[in-house]
């Protein structure tokens, strides 16, 4: 079923389109959509959906009659599920069943091309294996190939035409129907088909008998170098269900529920609003609610940004797919299905990718204008010739020559053969790209936003500093005071015990040890009455700190660290300092995205002092700070408003709408499948370093397709005057062929030496 919520006297419906094969294509049916009273459409090519607005007065059928008469499919997609353990679901960033059957059609054409492409190409180009009867066994070959293969682009030629545009496939077909048919004409009306004809291998430029040649080989050629680029192009599309599936697989799938006094485990899908439910210390909190009984740390860094985890008792409201850090806890349903934020945030992330504008593909462009030349050359080549007094045959020879020539089979490789390379040299270095999309969308980008925690710091807490008293062995401060917080769940508790753990080594077992809820722990360590905590815990045990510790202790809480106290037989030896620590090459990072010229910008959902202390420690000026997931979507729109190209850079949850929102996402490998399937490129080692490589790598590619295209074309536009002089013979156009398509995979082999900055 569609995603469809009522608003004021309007209903709201999602379509996937089907039949698609260029962004010229989705803005058709947009336009189409539009033309209808009372709807309002946006069309979106990448993700293959179409977001439309309508009054009462229209039903979802006049929508889906509305795109068929205009050639093309509808329905309404089926809402993205996660998979409850089948074992045959496919993860994030894999291709599934649904996807592999729908790839399924062109793969075989593919197939068929490549194997039937292959003899005919050879047989044309080597003299030595035009045998007897050679051009027969060429066209037996190539018919299913220019038919059955290449049926896609003669079909969406045929919409193109219906609505007076010319794209990429409107060329193809013209070409190989136009090689095809004149071999046709030859071997059946003209001279091609006498035994023993022969291609020979020369590539003099003089005026020949039309009727003796055969282009059967370029028809063939060009449809299996096309189709192998689409084929690439399909599966490396990205999928917009992949990144919602992914926030789904984050709930809990099952929940432990309190009915008639007993506890009941069932997935999650079955809860109601006003159940009570049970959370265990490192289980996930199954949907939004409110504590009913018990306290416990929540970490919800996932989702907002927060690094510190969150204290909550009863009367405090907790977030569903947060993690409970701590102690036991009941919660009420409050939000179930799709209220619950999780899911709020799911359709932020669709929302946002529906509302991403597809760049038509260069190609595409292009060929909106070339065809209509190559048509004006072509008519006007047959004019000329006969207003000459050529004859109908010298005409017509010269005339399809043009149309053949045309057809450029290397402006299939130009893209794919670029993002092969790419990509490869990507993901040697640990950048993954997902599409061309990705490229062609990009343009210049000119600011950055950077998520903080996970992103441009570790994303754990770690111990950072240690204040001692006078007279106090940091040391020994740190042996007991680990020693105590070893025995704790808490996750400040557990970054002091690991930072003490990796300083002094094997650590004492504590004694009668308590957790002080709110408030941190006590306990006897070695014979000592040790308490580690907040100020306000050794308050109640009448112990103040000395003046340097509370200096210490206010510079730490300033910086946004969380200032500890400990203390041990009635005085205060020390303040530990426990902050989300910033990766050691964020502030390099930083530096050569400047050098970029592009302007990074810190964008969190953590508290503004944590912000500002981080942002000016890696060399960032601007920071905003304290906002929600949505307030994230909307800063990236703001500054696509006035005009920036908009990267964004992140890991969690809460950053996965503004990936998909931002002209180039880059998600950190290390964060979640959410975030890595919103993002158009994957940042592997979660090294924020790895963002300048990509976005130079990004470049390096798109400019690589952009000179392929130019190499491509020029090599053809180059023949055209040949072709149109009636000096076109079987081997030029062949020549040409194969000298743009090596071109063309040279061209883009060059990006095998792309290296990352030192």
Known sequence: MSTITATTGTTEVELAIGGMTCASCAARIEKKLNRMEGVSATVNYATEKAKVTFDVEVSVADLIGAVEATGYTA??????????????ASGPGEVSA?????????????ITALVLSVPVIAMAMAPALQFEHWQWLSLTLAAPVVTYAAWPFHKAAFTNARHGAATMDTLISLGTSAAFLWSLWALFLGTAGTPGMTHPFEL??????????????????????ILAGRYFEARSKRKAGAALKALLELGAKDVTVLRGGREERIPTGGLQVGDHFVVRPGEKIATDGLVVEGSSAVDASMLT????????????????????????????????????????????????????????RLADRISGVFVPIVIALALGTLGFWLGNGAGWTAAFTAAVAVLIIACPCALG?????????????????????????????????????????GTVTTGRMTLLAVHTAEGTDGTEVLRLAGALEHASEHPIAQ????????????????EDFANITGLGVQGIVEGHAVLVGRERLLAEWAIELPDALKEAKAAAEAAGRTAIAVAWDGEARAVLEVADAVKATSAEAVTRLKALGLTPILLTGDNRAVAEAVAAEVGIDQVIAEVMPEDKVETVKRLQA?????????????????????????????????????????????????????????????????????????????????????????????????????????????????????
């Open 75 to 88: 329905r309404e997609p089926e809402p993205p599920r996660a998979p409850a353990g089948d074992p045959g």
């Open 98 to 110: 649904d996807e592999a059957a729908a790839l399924r059609p062109l793969r075989q054409r593919l």
């Open 204 to 225: 003099t430029i003089t005026r020949t008998d039309g009727s003796a040649n055969i282009y059967l080989e370029a028809a063939a050629g060009v449809t299996a170098f």
């Open 305 to 360: 940004g927060e690094s510190v985890p969150v204290e909550v008792s009863v009367g405090d409201s907790v977030t569903g797919a947060t993690l409970n850090a701590g102690g036991r806890l009941v919660v009420e349903a409050t939000r179930v299905g799709a209220d619950t934020h999780l899911a709020r945030m799911a359709k932020l992330v669709e929302d946002a990718q529906n509302g991403k504008a597809a760049a038509q």
């Open 413 to 453: 490789l130009a893209t794919p053969t670029a993002l092969l390379v790419g990509t490869g040299r990507g993901a040697q270095l640990g950048i993954l790209i997902k599409g061309p999309e990705v490229l062609e969308s990009t343009r210049k980008v000119d600011m950055i936003l950077l998520d903080k925690t």
């Open 495 to 510: 970054a002091v015990a690991q930072g003490a753990a990796t300083e002094v080594g094997d650590l004492p077992g504590p």
């Open 642 to 758: 006035e005009g920036r190209s908009v990267a964004m850079v992140g890991d969690g949850v809460n950053d996965a709408a503004a990936l998909a929102q931002a002209d180039l996402g880059l998600a950190m490998g290390t964060g979640t499948d959410a975030a890595i399937e919103a993002g158009d490129l994957t940042l592997v080692r979660g090294d924020l370093r790895a963002a300048v490589d990509a976005i130079r790598l990004s470049r390096n590619t798109l400019g690589t397709i952009k000179s392929n295209l130019f190499w491509a074309f020029g090599y053809n536009v180059a023949a055209l005057p040949l072709a149109a002089a009636g000096l076109l013979n079987p081997m030029i156009a062949g020549a040409a062929m194969a000298f743009s398509s090596v071109f063309v995979v040279g061209n883009s082999l060059r990006l095998r030496s792309f290296r990352p900055l030192a």
